[in-house]
Structure formats: structure tokens, C-alpha cells
Antibody, heavy 114, light 107 residues
Framework: EVQLVESGGGLVQPGGSLRLSCAAS????????MNWVRQAPGKGLEWISH????????YYADSVKGRFTISRDDAKNLLYLQMSSLRAEDTAVYYC???????WGQGTLVTVSS | EIVLTQSPATLSLSPGERATLSCRAS??????LAWYQQKPGQAPRLLIY???SRATGIPARFSGSGSGTDFTLTISSLEPEDFAVYHC?????????FGGGTKVEIK
């Protein structure tokens, strides 16, 4: 069974950093491109980052470019999102999503507040 | 950036009725348009990809149509479990973008 499980969310102060992880199981992570998508409370979905196989190509939304870094460790079946210079508007549930868009994690909540 | 505009924001219907949801793109996305269903506290679920192809396991009452800039998701006869928020997404250009969502609520 394909599963994606995010972790690493929590409360962080403005300007702080956080690293999210997404543990993949039931499939070979190295075979798939991956994405991070977020959803602010009561709002719509926002795609924020994409990474191809072998990390050859990476894309970011303008809202996070220069502050967030996506990476992957295929040997450990893990996808990461390193977030820095966090702002209140980064408060959201963060989902990792496989590139076929069929499989989503359950999400992890990041709250940026003092 | 391609902006997707969904209408209406809220659709109030009764079970058994037909639901028609619209998604309009600010420029052509060819047929690279997907639809998702999201229920409270859950991750989105892929319903339709490439404008009109149903994802695995999606009931036939869900259908998608359109190309270019105008797209429609139709639910032919609403079941109780269909009351949810529906999002469209374009995968034609970076950055990938989503519409603001349409809530289908029980009338």
C-alpha cells in the first residue's frame, strides 16, 4: 500500500526555521517526481515545490523561492522541505504529493506565530 | 502565472441533483487540467486529470470536460458523500496553480 507520512510541523516564531520530512512507503521513491503543496487555514491549495528524479530539476513558487529548499534521500525513502525565514503567512498544513497526484500525505501543520 | 477562477464559490443542491462546476484559466492550459475533491480534515483526492479522464476508482457520475481556458466538472446525480469542496489545478505551466475552490453544500 502506498503511503506518504509527513512529520516535523509545529509552532515556530517568525524568522525561524523548520524542516519537514515525508516518509514514503509502498513504492520506490526514486522512480517518482514529488511535490509539496500547502493549505492555509480555511483557504485553498497552493503548490510550493517540485523535485524531479535524481534532483535534476527543482521548481518553487515565488512565495517561497529563496526561503524554502526541497530535497530527497531516495536511499532512506524520504522527501524534505527545509523552511527558513518563516512568516505568519506560511502558516498552513503542508502535504507531500506524489507526481501522479494520486497519493497525498495526511499533512503536517506549521504555525508561525510569536 | 496562470490564474484559475472557479465558479460559483458555493453551490447549494439536494441529493440526486446535477452539479455543474466551472474553472476558467487566464490563458490556455490545453487539456492539462485536474479536479480534486476535499472533505474537512482530509487531503484532496484526485478525481479527473487531463480535463476528462477519471482517476482510478472514481465513480462514473463524475465527468470533466473542456480545453483551453474553460473547463467543467459535472456530477450527474449528487450522492450524500459528494458534498465537499472541489478544486481545479493546471499542470500546463510553472508555477502549478489551483483555483480557489467550489463548495458543494446540502440545500
Amino acid at each position: 500500500e502506498v503511503q506518504l507520512v509527513e512529520s516535523g510541523g509545529g509552532l515556530v516564531q517568525p524568522g525561524g526555521s523548520l524542516r519537514l520530512s515525508c516518509a514514503a512507503s509502498g513504492f520506490i521513491l526514486s522512480d517518482f517526481y514529488m511535490n509539496w503543496v500547502r493549505q492555509a487555514p480555511g483557504k485553498g491549495l497552493e503548490w510550493i515545490s517540485h523535485i524531479t528524479t535524481g534532483s535534476n530539476n527543482i521548481y518553487y513558487a515565488d512565495s517561497v523561492k529563496g526561503r524554502f529548499t526541497i530535497s530527497r534521500d531516495d536511499a532512506k525513502n524520504l522527501l524534505y522541505l527545509q523552511m527558513s525565514s518563516l512568516r505568519a503567512e506560511d502558516t498552513a498544513v503542508y502535504y507531500c504529493v506524489r507526481s501522479d497526484w494520486l497519493y497525498w500525505g495526511q499533512g503536517t501543520l506549521v504555525t508561525v506565530s510569536s | 502565472e496562470i490564474v484559475l477562477t472557479q465558479s460559483p464559490a458555493t453551490l447549494s443542491l439536494s441529493p440526486g441533483e446535477r452539479a455543474t462546476l466551472s474553472c476558467r484559466a487566464s490563458q490556455s492550459v490545453s487539456n492539462y487540467l485536474a479536479w480534486y475533491q476535499q472533505k474537512p480534515g482530509q487531503a484532496p483526492r484526485l478525481l479527473i486529470y487531463d480535463a476528462s479522464s477519471r482517476a482510478t476508482g472514481i465513480p462514473a457520475r463524475f465527468s470533466g470536460s473542456g480545453s483551453g481556458t474553460d473547463f467543467t466538472l459535472t456530477i450527474s446525480s449528487l450522492e450524500p458523500e459528494d458534498f465537499a469542496v472541489y478544486h481545479c489545478q493546471q499542470r500546463s505551466n510553472w508555477p502549478l496553480t489551483f483555483g480557489g475552490g467550489t463548495k458543494v453544500e446540502i440545500k
